[in-house]
Antibody, heavy 121, light 107 residues
């Protein structure tokens, strides 16, 4: 069965960096785009970033552009999110999600359980 | 950027009620619209993609429709396991913005 397992969350000071990982199994990882989505405590879902199946294209939400970098290692079935210059407003649960592709755009059909990032001094 | 709104932001309903949630896009997105259900402390779950296609395994009491800028998600007979927050998401353009959510709780 499809599984996505995030790791790497924790407490970090403002301005510092953190790298999240998402380990995938149960599907052919190298064939699928993967997204990061986050959710601040008590708030709604915010789309963060996507990387194409082969890593050739990456797109970011405006709030993280220039600070976060999405990458993947298809030989390890693992997705990453490098987060630099962290701010208090980056505090959230971060989910990775697999992209499904239909005739009318993409959808996120499998999600990990999330990892909590807390940015605080 | 495409903005998404949902109404209502919350609603109280009873088991067996028919519930309708509305999602509106700031510009036409054709049928590039997804719906997700999220329960407290859990990851979101895909319910509907392409505006009206139910994801495999989603009960038939859920239905969805719409095109252009206006979309609806309907639960024909609310069940105890349906109390959750529902989000729409546009997939028309990168940015893949989510709506702010509609919380459905027990009356």
């Amino acid at each position: 069965q499809v599984q996505l397992v995030e790791s790497g969350g924790g407490v970090v000071q403002p301005g510092r960096s953190l790298r999240l990982s998402c380990a995938a199994s149960g599907f052919t990882f190298k064939n699928d785009g993967i997204h990061w989505v986050r959710q601040a405590p008590g708030k709604g879902l915010e789309w963060v970033a996507v990387i194409w199946y082969d890593g050739s294209n990456k797109y970011y939400g405006d709030s993280v552009k220039g600070r976060f970098t999405i990458s993947r290692d298809n030989s390890k079935n693992t997705l990453y999110l490098q987060m630099n210059s962290l701010r208090a407003e980056d505090t959230a649960v971060y989910y990775c999600a697999r992209e499904g592709l239909g005739a009318s755009g993409i959808f996120l059909d499998y999600w990990g359980q999330g990892t909590l990032v807390t940015v605080s001094s | 950027d495409i903005q998404m709104t949902q109404s209502p932001s919350s609603l109280s309903a009873s088991v067996g009620d028919r519930v309708t949630i509305t999602c509106r896009a700031s510009q036409s997105i054709s049928n590039y619209l997804n719906w997700y259900q999220q329960k407290p402390g859990k990851a979101p779950k895909l319910l509907v993609y392409a505006a009206s296609t139910l994801q495999s395994g989603v009960p038939s009491r859920f239905s969805a429709s719409g095109s252009g800028t206006d979309f609806t998600l309907t639960i024909s007979s609310l069940q105890p396991e349906d109390f959750a927050t529902y989000y729409c998401q546009q997939s028309y353009r990168t940015g893949f913005v989510f709506g702010p959510g509609t919380k459905v709780d027990i009356k």
